[in-house]
């Protein structure tokens, strides 16, 4: 089962028809997703990062992370990041060439989006 979905709807043309194929993969083999967040506003941006800051995590400032350009989607595979449905999905993100960040599981980036940032601004 596939929840959040229609939050794929504000990812850019060159990220979002991947994640749709990619859940649509994970649906037929029965491994259930959770999309948690997608595109972020430069403001939203802003509030997760002082919320990451004040538990320690590290976060991007706005207009640093791959999510305020639709470029970035964070998911989640089963009921927890470590569960072996999560470990299924990143390996097939790896397999189609996301980009991972050690220590931010749910993190699914385009690996190219900064060069494509600046060609679509
Ligand atoms: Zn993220």
Known sequence: ?????SKLS????????Y????????????VSVSVL??????EDQQRAAAQAKASGR?????GRS??????AVDLMGGDHSSSAQHEWLMQV???MG??????????????????????LR
């Open 98 to 119: 996301f980009y991972f960040y050690p220590g931010d599981r749910p993190h699914f980036e385009h690996p190219q989006w900064r060069e494509l940032r600046k060609s």
């Open 37 to 42: 967040s997608a595109y972020r506003t430069f």
């Open 58 to 62: 590290p976060a991007a400032a706005p």
């Open 66 to 71: 791959a999510h305020n350009y639709g470029l």
């Open 1 to 5: 089962m596939i929840s959040g979905r």
């Open 19 to 30: 994640i749709e194929w990619l859940l649509d993969y994970a649906d037929s083999q029965g």
């Open 10 to 17: 504000t990812l850019s043309p060159y990220f979002g028809p």
């Open 93 to 95: 993100g790896r397999a």
